[in-house]
């Protein structure tokens, strides 16, 4: 099993509409997560950091099962500015006491006008 | 302004050289990394530092060297010995190793 795995997409999707991506992960002690946006050809940019409670910024819901082992982010009334790919960021402890952080490969974002 | 910078945004290069990569942050944090990215790949750590003086592999740091004498830059240098240097690399920074990181904007890297 992949320690981050996301459906890569693309999911193609009218302005206005509501999208939700998953992210599943591997490691149960994994400590916390994140969501990042990449535009195409430009850096990773943090979009959330995903709370045990879930939460919510504006358009934008992240949330954690952890009993399932996966992560959610929903997009209410998207923009043709969300188009874009979403990476799912787990961070893990690792030896001696060190953390990793593992990306998914990312669910690419077509909004259609 | 407090962020990451990366310079040049584009390297082209000819197969045998060494090239270095400017990566520098004034955020005040301890921690850098580098990440490589393939076309419809997802990032791959390269090199990371905690701590100015130390730095540890990451899953693919073969044909790669870095160094941390300060704790606001983190150069990486690719060597001939890189099979396939061909790549976008990227540069970030965090608080601390488990906290969220930050990215600079990258650079494009080709190797002919």
């Known amino acids: 099993r992949k320690e981050v795995e996301q459906d890569p997409g693309p999911f193609n999707v009218p302005e206005g509409a509501t999208v939700a991506f998953n992210c599943t992960y591997s490691?149960?002690?994994?400590?916390?997560f994140f969501w990042y946006r990449q535009d195409c050809r430009k850096e990773p940019k943090l979009l959330m950091s995903?709370?045990?409670s879930g939460n919510e910024d504006g358009r934008f819901t992240a949330q954690l099962n952890r009993a399932s082992q996966y992560i959610s982010l929903l997009i209410r009334d998207s923009k043709l500015s969300d188009s874009a790919t979403y990476l799912c960021?787990?961070?893990?402890?690792?030896?001696?006491?060190?953390?990793?952080?593992?990306f998914g490969k990312g669910t690419k974002l077509s909004v259609i006008p | 302004d407090g962020g990451i910078t990366q310079s040049p945004k584009y390297l082209f290069r000819k197969e045998g050289q060494n090239v270095t990569l400017s990566c520098e942050q004034n955020?005040?944090?301890?921690?850098m990394y580098w990440y490589r990215q393939d076309p419809g790949q997802g990032l791959r750590l390269i090199y990371y530092?905690?701590?100015?003086?130390?730095?540890q592999k990451g899953d693919i740091a073969e044909g790669y060297s870095v160094s941390r004498e300060k704790k606001e830059s983190f150069p990486l240098t690719v060597t001939s010995a890189q099979k396939n240097p061909t790549a976008f690399y990227l540069c970030?920074?965090?608080?601390?190793?488990?906290?969220?990181?930050?990215f600079g904007p990258g650079t494009r890297l080709t190797v002919t």
């Open positions: 995903v709370y045990s």
């Open positions: 960021v787990v961070n893990s402890p690792g030896g001696a006491g060190s953390y990793q952080l593992t």
């Open positions: 530092s905690q701590i100015v003086n130390d730095f």
């Open positions: 970030a920074s965090s608080i601390k190793r488990q906290y969220e990181q930050y």
């Open positions: 490691n149960s002690a994994s400590q916390s």
């Open positions: 955020l005040n944090h301890d921690a």
